[in-house]
């Protein structure tokens, strides 16, 4: 499938965070619990980004250019319970990028309902499939995420980004 | 399964991280980039910490016979080393904190028989009431072991990233 990328100018006007195809849960993904497990979370804020449809990359860059990207790291806060039948939709907002890394901040949100269930902040790297190492984005994909994070710097960053994990207070033990 | 919970004096007696059972990494987890996909780190890890909780008394049978759970609250993974189908995986696991409800705790993900890090992965996790699904102080008893292990483990030298946020190191 060939998809047709925005324009630069288009980037550029793309003032909001990305909004993602709504996705269903699947059965085995509920645990124990009852609900969406954690580790499931995951596999939908995976799937749902802007990667292949805004920027160029994903797994059609990989077989025509031979690059990709990986995750450096990934934060997630979970902060309500999603069960089987829930409509989800996640939002993607570009918090940051240099020559070789993206920072995002995504939320994962009730489709209809508008409540948020999840965040998760992740850094990216982009790798040269080649020798497996990490490598500058080649200039056409830099072009396009200059354009969109100079329109998603309009957008006010959520409080959680740069958040760490703690415990706070009435610790028995911090270690 | 019934899995058995650990006696206060094993728990005490827990002076190195809590090593979970080797685990094998499942051909649906592998994405298009030909390693384990970094969802599914998480799959690893969580059927992995569960083995903790068992030894703490929150095992298979806790949600079904006290109606009591657990639940993450915050997971941030750091992905060091791709790993492959076929490369034997092991996690252990450093409590760093706990309170009366809540649970911090360092996960390491190692190849099993080389050694070498793969990931790591920092969690708080809460305790859940499932009758109000409202977060609920842990019962006396099991309340009792974590506060055991919590003990233990902080004798143990606090890794590295823990704490760690995500950031860019601006360079313009």
Same mark, same amino acid.
């Given at each position: 499938?060939?998809?047709?990328?925005?324009?630069?100018?288009?980037?550029?006007?793309?003032?909001?965070?990305?909004?993602?195809?709504?996705?269903?849960?699947?059965?085995?993904?509920?645990?124990?619990?009852?609900?969406?497990?954690?580790?499931?979370?995951?596999?939908?804020?995976?799937?749902?980004?802007?990667?292949?449809?805004?920027?160029?990359?994903?797994?059609?860059?990989?077989?025509?250019?031979?690059?990709?990207?990986?995750?450096?790291?990934?934060?997630?806060?979970?902060?309500?319970?999603?069960?089987?039948?829930?409509?989800?939709?996640?939002?993607?907002?570009?918090?940051?990028?240099?020559?070789?890394?993206?920072?995002?901040?995504?939320?994962?949100?009730?489709?209809?309902?508008?409540?948020?269930?999840?965040?998760?902040?992740?850094?990216?790297?982009?790798?040269?499939?080649?020798?497996?190492?990490?490598?500058?984005?080649?200039?056409?994909?830099?072009?396009?995420?200059?354009?969109?994070?100079?329109?998603?710097?309009?957008?006010?960053?959520?409080?959680?980004?740069?958040?760490?994990?703690?415990?706070?207070?009435?610790?028995?033990?911090?270690? | 399964?019934?899995?058995?919970?650990?006696?206060?004096?094993?728990?005490?007696?827990?002076?190195?991280?809590?090593?979970?059972?080797?685990?094998?990494?499942?051909?649906?987890?592998?994405?298009?980039?030909?390693?384990?996909?970094?969802?599914?780190?998480?799959?690893?890890?969580?059927?992995?910490?569960?083995?903790?909780?068992?030894?703490?008394?929150?095992?298979?049978?806790?949600?079904?016979?006290?109606?009591?759970?657990?639940?993450?609250?915050?997971?941030? #993974? %750091?992905? *060091?080393?791709?790993? /492959?189908?076929?490369? +034997?995986?092991?996690? $252990?696991?450093?409590?760093?904190?706990?309170?009366?409800?809540?649970?911090?705790?360092?996960?390491?993900?190692?190849?099993?028989?080389?050694?070498?890090?793969?990931?790591?992965?920092?969690?708080?996790?809460?305790?859940?009431?499932?009758?109000?699904?409202?977060?609920?102080?842990?019962?006396?008893?099991?309340?009792?072991? #974590? %506060?055991? *292990?919590?003990?233990? /483990?902080?004798?143990? +030298?606090?890794?590295? $990233?823990?704490?760690?946020?995500?950031?860019?190191?601006?360079?313009?």
């Amino acid at each position: 499938m060939t998809t047709r990328l925005p324009s630069l100018a288009e980037l550029q006007a793309a003032t909001a965070p990305y909004l993602c195809d709504i996705v269903q849960i699947e059965p085995q993904w509920i645990d124990g619990n009852g609900h969406l497990n954690m580790a499931y979370y995951n596999v939908i804020f995976d799937n749902s980004g802007m990667s292949s449809t805004l920027i160029g990359l994903g797994e059609e860059y990989l077989k025509t250019r031979n690059g990709s990207t990986m995750t450096a790291e990934c934060h997630v806060r979970y902060i309500r319970e999603v069960h089987l039948g829930d409509p989800l939709q996640v939002s993607v907002l570009m918090v940051g990028h240099d020559e070789k890394r993206i920072h995002t901040y995504k939320e994962l949100r009730h489709a209809t309902e508008g409540w948020l269930s999840a965040t998760a902040e992740t850094m990216s790297l982009h790798i040269d499939m080649n020798i497996r190492k990490v490598a500058p984005f080649p200039p056409d994909i830099l072009e396009r995420l200059q354009a969109l994070a100079s329109a998603h710097a309009k957008v006010q960053r959520p409080d959680a980004v740069g958040s760490r994990i703690e415990m706070r207070s009435k610790s028995i033990n911090q270690g | 399964m019934t899995a058995q919970s650990f006696s206060i004096d094993e728990l005490k007696a827990q002076t190195a991280p809590f090593v979970c059972r080797v685990m094998q990494i499942e051909p649906d987890w592998i994405d298009y980039n030909g390693h384990l996909n970094m969802a599914y780190y998480n799959v690893i890890m969580d059927r992995s910490i569960d083995e903790l909780f068992a030894g703490l008394g929150m095992g298979p049978g806790y949600l079904k016979t006290r109606n009591l759970s657990t639940m993450t609250a915050e997971c941030h #993974v %750091r992905y *060091i080393r791709e790993v /492959h189908l076929g490369d +034997p995986l092991q996690v $252990s696991v450093v409590v760093l904190g706990a309170d009366e409800k809540r649970l911090h705790t360092f996960e390491e993900l190692r190849h099993a028989k080389e050694g070498w890090l793969s990931a790591t992965s920092e969690n708080m996790t809460l305790h859940i009431d499932m009758n109000l699904r409202k977060v609920a102080p842990f019962p006396a008893d099991v309340a009792e072991r #974590v %506060r055991a *292990i919590a003990d233990a /483990h902080a004798k143990l +030298p606090r890794p590295e $990233s823990a704490g760690r946020r995500i950031e860019m190191p601006s360079k313009k």
